[in-house]
């Protein structure tokens, strides 16, 4: 992998990874772009203990370009977008419209292809393994910012998910703070250690590949399952089988075969709500035509400078709000005023689902 550091107009940092040692990245960024100015700030919840971001600089964020107006592809035919060169592999850039920015955190735009109407199921294999390069670069860049606290690598996918440029992207938040989700599974962990003597992740992931009804696949280096007790309709989480705190740690074998699992995870995800012989609607044969499955794909890692740290397993967890063709999973009263999920599909149909539409 090679990596080149450069910056766009305004002095944003961008960030191209590339396959091959001998590319050359000179392209400058010329657009007439106005100094960056964001309004970021963080606030503590005293009730609930969590923190919020307030950035209304974000409610002039590009929304819904057309395709040959997208920030995202390459410079090319005489309009400039975010990415100066006329192609790439993969760009790591600072958000123009960041949630977090400055002591708030920081926030970053992962793009994994120019190929504007690719997915990241698309991809290649040695694409996806430049995707996971990139990924722990950043880890490690960030976790070297003062003030960093915690990493967040993840990728929206699909307009019912909020996703307001379509071009296939992830992002990568560092925040000043471990967050709620990571602090309330530190806790689960550290009550767990302490009543039973063993490590909470692996006893989970012990109970999955032990009772193996909710796992979708197994490899020699990673296990993807349905939780027990899932909040998704569709939920799969995804663990290296030696336990490490984030992707940095991940060894070579891991490494290897984490491409060939998650694109096939990914490709299972998009045949969900297929009808047999291919035709979209799934089993019940409806919402023919709609659009591939909508998913959240979001790492957890184990915050910085955190003496526990080790006990932290990361893994990643993928889900999409669809429920059956044509269905969306709204977080209505239960799930949003008092955080209590209601599930509509058993975690063991969901396993048994993905395992059915296993790519070819």
Same mark, same amino acid.
């Given at each position: 992998m090679k990596k080149t550091s450069t910056r766009l107009a305004d002095g944003r940092e961008l960030v191209y990874y590339d396959a091959r040692d001998d590319v050359v990245r000179d392209a400058v960024d010329r657009r007439p772009l106005d100094p960056i100015s964001t309004t970021s700030e963080i606030r503590r919840d005293p009730l609930l203990s969590d923190f919020v971001a307030i950035a209304s600089h974000r409610q002039g964020r590009t929304y819904h370009p057309p395709a040959d107006e997208c920030p995202l592809c390459p410079s090319r035919d005489g309009r400039r977008s975010e990415i100066p060169d006329e192609d790439y592999d993969v760009v790591v850039f600072e958000n123009r419209f960041p949630s977090l920015a400055g002591d708030a955190g920081r926030c970053e735009v992962v793009c994994f292809t120019p190929d504007h109407d690719?997915?990241?199921?698309?991809?290649?294999?040695?694409? %996806?393994?430049?995707?996971?390069?990139?990924?722990?670069?950043?880890?490690?860049?960030?976790?070297?910012?003062?003030?960093?606290?915690?990493?967040?690598?993840?990728?929206?996918?699909?307009?019912?998910?909020?996703?307001?440029?379509?071009?296939p992207h992830g992002q990568i938040y560092a925040y000043p703070f471990t967050t709620p989700r990571t602090a309330l599974m530190q806790r689960s962990a550290a009550a767990h250690r302490a009543a039973t003597g063993r490590n909470l992740f692996d006893d989970v992931v012990g109970r999955e590949r032990a009772e193996a009804e909710r796992v979708v696949l197994e490899t020699g280096e990673w296990v993807a399952f349905v939780p027990y007790a899932a909040?998704?309709?569709? =939920?799969?989480?995804?663990?290296?089988?030696?336990?490490?705190?984030?992707?940095?740690?991940?060894?070579?074998?891991?490494?290897?075969?984490?491409?060939?699992?998650?694109?096939?995870?990914?490709?299972?995800?998009?045949?969900?709500?297929?009808?047999?012989?291919?035709?979209? $609607?799934?089993?019940?044969?409806? $919402?023919?035509?709609?659009?591939?499955?909508?998913?959240?794909?979001?790492?957890?890692? %184990?915050?910085?400078?955190?003496?526990?740290?080790?006990?932290?397993?990361?893994?990643?967890?993928?889900?999409?709000?669809?429920?059956?063709?044509?269905?969306?999973?709204?977080?209505?009263?239960? =799930?949003?005023?008092?955080?209590?999920?209601?599930?509509?599909?058993?975690?063991?149909?969901?396993?048994r689902r993905l395992r059915e539409v296993a790519t070819k």
């Amino acid at each position: 992998m090679k990596k080149t550091s450069t910056r766009l107009a305004d002095g944003r940092e961008l960030v191209y990874y590339d396959a091959r040692d001998d590319v050359v990245r000179d392209a400058v960024d010329r657009r007439p772009l106005d100094p960056i100015s964001t309004t970021s700030e963080i606030r503590r919840d005293p009730l609930l203990s969590d923190f919020v971001a307030i950035a209304s600089h974000r409610q002039g964020r590009t929304y819904h370009p057309p395709a040959d107006e997208c920030p995202l592809c390459p410079s090319r035919d005489g309009r400039r977008s975010e990415i100066p060169d006329e192609d790439y592999d993969v760009v790591v850039f600072e958000n123009r419209f960041p949630s977090l920015a400055g002591d708030a955190g920081r926030c970053e735009v992962v793009c994994f292809t120019p190929d504007h109407d690719a997915s990241f199921a698309d991809l290649t294999e040695d694409r %996806a393994a430049l995707v996971l390069e990139a990924w722990t670069d950043r880890t490690a860049e960030l976790a070297e910012v003062p003030g960093v606290r915690q990493v967040f690598c993840f990728e929206n996918r699909g307009a019912e998910i909020g996703v307001t440029l379509g071009h296939p992207h992830g992002q990568i938040y560092a925040y000043p703070f471990t967050t709620p989700r990571t602090a309330l599974m530190q806790r689960s962990a550290a009550a767990h250690r302490a009543a039973t003597g063993r490590n909470l992740f692996d006893d989970v992931v012990g109970r999955e590949r032990a009772e193996a009804e909710r796992v979708v696949l197994e490899t020699g280096e990673w296990v993807a399952f349905v939780p027990y007790a899932a909040h998704w309709p569709y =939920e799969v989480h995804l663990y290296p089988k030696r336990r490490v705190p984030d992707l940095r740690a991940l060894d070579d074998a891991a490494r290897t075969e984490f491409p060939r699992v998650y694109l096939e995870l990914l490709r299972r995800f998009d045949r969900i709500f297929e009808a047999p012989g291919g035709v979209p $609607g799934g089993p019940e044969k409806e $919402g023919r035509g709609e659009s591939p499955t909508p998913y959240i794909a979001a790492w957890h890692q %184990a915050p910085f400078g955190d003496p526990e740290r080790d006990e932290f397993a990361l893994h990643l967890e993928l889900f999409t709000i669809r429920r059956t063709s044509g269905k969306l999973k709204f977080l209505a009263g239960s =799930e949003s005023g008092m955080s209590v999920f209601i599930n509509d599909v058993p975690p063991e149909a969901a396993a048994r689902r993905l395992r059915e539409v296993a790519t070819k």
